[in-house]
């Protein structure tokens, strides 16, 4: 099949990691493909696949994009995957008044969960793919070697429980790009005192899109005809940024890399606003940001985004 230059997103299936999803659509003529974020093994839900040209957003998807995850996690048992994925490290039954509805230990997760909103920083798992000097923390750990202990900064805007059932919890939680919810889990069960492990997870959303735009890899391959239609524009991905048309003269130039001068008919211009600029036919041509070059507004390019 022809080379798509867009947006697929998928509803990635559990059981599988992000590459070999990528690895399955790669075979469908899709030569140049990446995707914005990944979901472990055992999560389903988005999973922005960027195809063609598209793959030169990276960067920009992932600045400052939320994510909204659904989430079960289990009391009483710690893995050393910090989820239902790994090898059982510690187990703390939970004893029938700790089970009961509305215990205290129901009460101390649903107060647990509520502070996560002052969650500024979060220990690395072990089992990730963050890196130490150039390898992979997963494939330290898998040798058996000590693996240095990382931790990331994170923003937290929302969390809910949704329900408890001890030794079980469902939670809602929205973060920034980056997080990991394995880690919310395990940390809350270090302070409830009895462990916890992440059981179940569904990325919602990930910035710009959610699972009402999504299709399973299923579907996809059972369907391939269809991929250039479910396949998105460049544009659906920048919801934020402005949008410049121009003519052959600029779009020569955006070829070579040349700033393009601020026009009237471009709007009002701000330094710093970043826009997305297309030809005539409406076909993607670079991602450009408002500068001043001697005292004059010129629209710098970021990255050429042409097809040919």
Not at 20 to 29: P, V
Not at 115 to 136: C, F, I, N, R
Not at 157 to 181: E, H, K, L, M
Request: glycine share 8%; charged share 20%; proline share 6%.
């Amino acid at each position: 099949m022809e080379q798509q230059h867009g947006i697929l997103v998928l509803n990635k299936p559990k059981g599988l990691s992000s590459a070999q999803c990528l690895s399955r659509i790669k075979r469908l003529g899709q030569k140049k493909i990446g995707h914005a974020g990944t979901l472990d093994p055992m999560a389903t839900g988005v999973l922005i696949v960027m195809l063609g040209h598209a793959t030169k957003l990276s960067n920009y998807l992932l600045e400052g994009g939320v994510k909204t995850y659904g989430g079960t996690l289990r009391l009483g048992v710690t893995t050393d995957t910090w989820d239902a994925e790994g090898s059982i490290v510690a187990e703390s039954p939970l004893s029938a008044e700790e089970l009961a509805p509305g215990s205290a230990l129901e009460q101390a997760v649903r107060k647990d969960i509520a502070a996560w909103l002052d969650v500024t920083e979060q220990p690395v798992p072990p089992y990730s793919a963050a890196k130490h000097q150039g390898q992979p923390l997963y494939k330290l750990a898998r040798a058996g070697m000590e693996v240095p202990q990382k931790v990331k900064q994170i923003q937290v805007s929302y969390a809910d429980v949704q329900w408890v059932n001890i030794p079980d919890v469902r939670f809602r939680v929205t973060c920034s790009s980056g997080s990991y919810i394995r880690s919310l889990a395990h940390s809350l069960g270090i302070r409830l005192g009895c462990g916890a492990m992440l059981t179940e997870l569904t990325r919602e959303y990930s910035h710009p899109f959610g699972l009402d735009v999504s299709h399973t890899l299923d579907e996809i391959l059972a369907e391939p005809e269809k991929l250039a239609e479910w396949v998105l524009p460049i544009s659906a991905a920048l919801p934020a940024w402005k949008q410049i048309t121009v003519g052959p003269r600029q779009e020569a130039d955006l070829k070579n890399g040349i700033a393009v001068p601020h026009l009237p008919d471009f709007g009002d211009f701000q330094p710093g606003e970043r826009a997305l600029i297309v030809a005539r036919d409406g076909s993607p041509l670079a991602l450009t940001e408002a500068r001043m070059d001697r005292d004059r507004p010129v629209w710098a390019v970021l990255r050429g985004l042409f097809t040919h």
